[in-house]
């Protein structure tokens, strides 16, 4: 399909949909009996699962290439997390049989690479409030080269292959590989479509994507972007990269990862932008951080050089960027 990087291309399509396909099955199985992130609660249980499977499949196709990703076994090891342990090892090993609980941490400690020259990056979920109220969450992968992504995929068990919300469908997976675009289908449907962000070039007109959770972002400054903007409609709510996927497919045309001044520090986590970042890219959009920088991944495992995230159908970045510049958004906040 790709003249570059087609077997990292096939190897993430098959990693994230085999993932996601487990994290749903444990999804459906557990989601409705606790609803916290603890213990041996649902989205960690899948957490686990989903990075100790993608980190098994490259230890056969890519033994060589490190592994940066969002989780390590240190919870799992703990004596109390005995029954969580168990859990993980049930759902993994009916994928792999031979998957011990020894070898399962073994897997998800790979995630421990070193994030320099070549390497892959894994968010095992991203979007984990959507996973337990049953809705978007996504497992993203991404292939990184001297700081550059060059291969994203996504596996998103709650859009179709439009990038459209569907909870009852097969899910869809999207795939990007630098300079030869971005492409979608569905898990049960082998033809892939190419992606391509929206054409709108009102900025009144665009619809902002935004996620669920107020304490991510600074309700207040977005409020007084869309008043900028002139923005007809309200924000779209939704959890996890997700977005990206939208965005990528013309379902709207802005991200905006405001810091919230409960949290003025915070700096983005390397694997919650990665794969989104190339599929916007490669789908005509543009993405930058709130100052019209760059995103840069080639500084460890945060995005040190840079401050939150605006993603665009590319048309609309420089009157955003502007706005963004007028309230104040291009600042980290004062702590409140």
Request: one cysteine or more.
């Amino acid at each position: 399909m790709f003249n570059t990087y087609n077997k990292e291309a096939a190897f993430a399509v098959e990693a994230v949909k085999t993932a996601a396909q487990l994290c749903r099955q444990i999804q459906r199985d557990l989601v409705l009996r606790v609803t916290s992130k603890a213990d041996h609660s649902p989205v960690t249980v899948a957490d686990f699962a989903s990075q100790a499977v993608v980190a098994r499949s490259l230890n056969v196709v890519f033994p060589d290439l490190p592994l940066v990703a969002e989780e390590d076994s240190a919870l799992l090891r703990q004596s109390d997390q005995a029954q969580a342990l168990e859990l993980v090892q049930h759902y993994v090993a009916g994928l792999y049989p031979q998957a011990t609980s020894s070898l399962i941490l073994d897997w998800i400690d790979r995630g421990s690479g070193r994030p320099e020259g070549t390497f892959w990056t894994l968010d095992p979920i991203d979007g984990t409030k959507g996973f337990i109220r049953g809705d978007q969450y996504v497992v993203a992968l991404a292939l990184i080269v001297d700081g550059k992504v060059v291969v994203a995929a996504m596996g998103c068990p709650d859009l179709n292959a439009r990038m459209q919300p569907d909870h009852d469908g097969a899910g869809s997976i999207a795939i990007a590989v630098r300079t030869e675009g971005a492409w979608s289908m569905g898990m049960a449907d082998p033809e892939w479509s190419r992606l391509k962000v929206s054409d709108c070039g009102v900025p009144a007109c665009a619809r902002m994507l935004l996620s669920y959770e107020s304490a991510h972002t600074d309700l207040a400054k977005i409020d007084q972007i869309a008043e900028q903007l002139g923005l007809k409609s309200g924000p779209i709510l939704m959890d996890s990269s997700a977005k990206y996927g939208l965005l990528a497919a013309g379902e709207g045309e802005l991200i905006v990862r405001l810091l919230s001044p409960l949290n003025p520090g915070y700096t983005e986590n390397l694997w919650d932008h990665a794969a989104g970042a190339l599929l916007i890219e490669e789908a005509g959009g543009r993405i930058t951080d709130l100052q019209g920088k760059e995103l840069d991944f080639s500084r460890g495992r945060k995005l040190m050089g840079n401050l939150g995230v605006l993603a665009s159908n590319g048309v609309l970045h420089a009157s955003v960027l502007r706005a963004l510049a007028r309230v104040g958004a291009d600042r980290r906040p004062e702590h409140k």
